[in-house]
C-alpha cells in the first residue's frame, strides 16, 4: 500500500523565512538560559501569536555547560599563542590553566595508547573532541586533549556522556574531567611537528560555566480532529550565531506554523512543534525534559518525531532522510520522491556512506544516538530530512554531507541559502500534512521486524550456539508475518472509525516494539549518549566467545533476561495486530 501524501501546496514566504534566520543570527551564541535565549523565545512567541497559533514556554531547571574561556599558549621550543576554542562539560582548569609536555596520540583511540607513557602529558588528537577520545585519555593519565579539526575552523563540542540533565551524582560524575579545547587543522599539523621533533610543552586554560539554569521551551499547537499528533522539533540555542545549526531549522519550524495554522481542527490529526534547548549545551537536555514530562501523552497519542536539523544552508542541494526507524521510510522514500527533486544515484549513495553505523546489516539512514531522539523509551517513530551538500562540493566536512562551518564562528548568516530554505519548508510542511491527515498511519510494522532480523544476524553471526537468538529470530518472523497481514487488511478500511481503530493498534505496537530494538534501558530512562546499535541489549552477544568463562555466564545471565524483554515486546505485538 502506498502511503499517504496530502495535495497540500503551500505559499512559502521567502521572506519571512530570511528575516526569522536575520533575527535569530543577529543575536550571536544562544546558550540555554542566558539573555540571547529568552530573545530568541520571545521573538519565536511573538511570531506565534501573530499568526494565531495555540503556543505556551514551559520553563524548567536543566543542567547546561558552555567553555567561557580557552587559552593555548606554547611555551616550547618557542613562546607563541595558539587561537582555541572550548567544549562543554570537560574540566575546569581555573585561570591558571594546565602546563604539560605534548604528546601526538593519532586519533586518541584506546589502541593508539597501547604500550605509551603519556601520564601527565597533553595529547594532540587528529580529530575534533568527543567523549570517546576524552574517556581513552582519562585512562591513560593525561592532563589535558587538544582536537584538531579538519581544516581552518575551530569546533566548539560537548563531550557529555550524559543524555539529557543528569539524574543521579553518579551519573553527573562520569563527565570526563580534563582540559580540552579544539584548534585549526593549519595549528594543530604546527603542533604535531614539535611535538615530534621533542621538547614541546604548553599551557592550556579551560574555564567554563557549568550547572543548573532555568530554560525555555516553546511550543506550538495544531490541533486536528482526534487525539495524536506529529512532534516536529528543532534545537535553538546555538554556538556562535548558529545559521545553518540551527537557525534556518527554528525558522523553518515557524514557518509551517503559520503554514499549516489555518488547517487546525480540520486535519484528523494534531502537530505539535518544539523548539527545544539545551542540544549540545545540556545534550539533548530540552527535548528529554519534554519527553520525561509528557511521556503518558507521547506514548498513548504521539504518532511520529519528526527531527529538523541542518536545512537551508548555502549549497546543499541534496535532500537526505536520516533519523529514520524503517517504518516511517517507505513514507520518507515516497514523500521525497513527490515534493523534492531527485537525488543522482550518486549522491544518494555518498548520503549512504557519510550516515555509517556499528551494525553491519542495518540500513544506514536508521536512527542514529543524536539529533534529539530523546523518544525512543517513549517508543515514537523518529525521522528527519536534511539538506547536504554534493559529493564534490569543497565545503563538506570531510565524510561528511554537512558543511565545514558547522559548529564554528564561521556559522554565519552569509552560510544560509533562503531559496534553499524555502524549498526545505515546503517539503517539511507537506510531509507534516500528509502524516497529520493520513486516512491510514503509513507506519510499516513489518520493515520494523526486518531491522530487528537484521540486526539479529550479526549477533547470530558472532554466537551461534546461542539459542536465545534463533528463539528471538522465529519470533521477529512471525511478527513481520502477522504486520504484512494487518497491513494487507487495514488498506480495504474505509469509514474513520475503522481506520481511526487500526491507526491506535499500529501506534500501540509500535510504541512497544521501539524501545527494545533502540534503547537498553526501561523505557522510562534515556540511554547514555554514545554510539549505539540496533537491539543493543543484545550487544553483549558480539563479545560472549571472547570472555572468561565467568564474564560468559554472566553474560548469559543477562541476554537471558534481554531476549525475555524483546520477546515480550513482540508478543503483544502481535497479539494486537491479530486480535479481531
Known sequence: ???????????VSRDALAATVAHLSALGEKVPGSAAEAAACAYLTARLAEYGVRHQVHVFDSYIGAPTRTELHVLAPAPQQIEAVGVAFAGDTGPEGVTAPVVA??????????GRDVAGAIVLV???????????????????????SSGPQRHKMTVSPIWGAPATAEELAQMPRLAVASISRPDGERLKALAASGGLRVRLVAQAEEGWRQVRLPVAEIPGREAPFVLVGSHYCTWFDGTTDNITANALLLECARLLAPGAGSRRYGVRLAWWPGHTHGRYSGSAWYADTFWQDLHENGIAYFNVDIVGSRGAVTKCA??????????????LAAFAEPVPAQEAAFNARTLSRQDRYVDPTRPHRGSDQSFWGVGLSSLQVSSFLAEDDPAHLPNSGIA????????TLDKADPDILAADTAIHARMVDSLADAPLLPLDLAATAGDMLAALREYR?????????????????????TAARFQACAADLTDSATTSAANRRLLRAAHLLNPVLYQARSPFEHDRAVPTRLLPGLAPALGLAAMAPDAARMARVGLQRERNRIA??????????DAE
Open 126 to 148: 587528529d580529530h575534533i573532541p568527543e567523549h570517546g577520545a576524552c574517556a581513552a585519555a582519562l585512562r591513560a593519565g593525561v592532563v589535558g586533549l587538544i582536537g584538531i
Open 404 to 411: 565545514w562551518w558547522w559548529h564554528t564562528a564561521q556559522d
Open 461 to 481: 553471526e558472532a554466537a551461534p550456539d546461542l539459542a536465545l537468538l534463533a528463539e528471538l529470530e522465529t519470533s521477529a518472523q512471525a511478527f513481520a508475518a
Open 322 to 335: 536520516r533519523n529514520q526507524m524503517a517504518e516511517v521510510s517507505g513514507f520518507t522514500a515516497a514523500a
Open 105 to 114: 596520540v593519532g586519533r586518541g583511540r584506546p589502541a593508539d595508547y597501547a
Open 1 to 11: 500500500m502506498p502511503p499517504f501524501l496530502s495535495a497540500f501546496r503551500p505559499e
Open 568 to 577: 515480550h515486546a513482540l508478543a503483544e505485538a502481535t497479539r494486537l495486530l
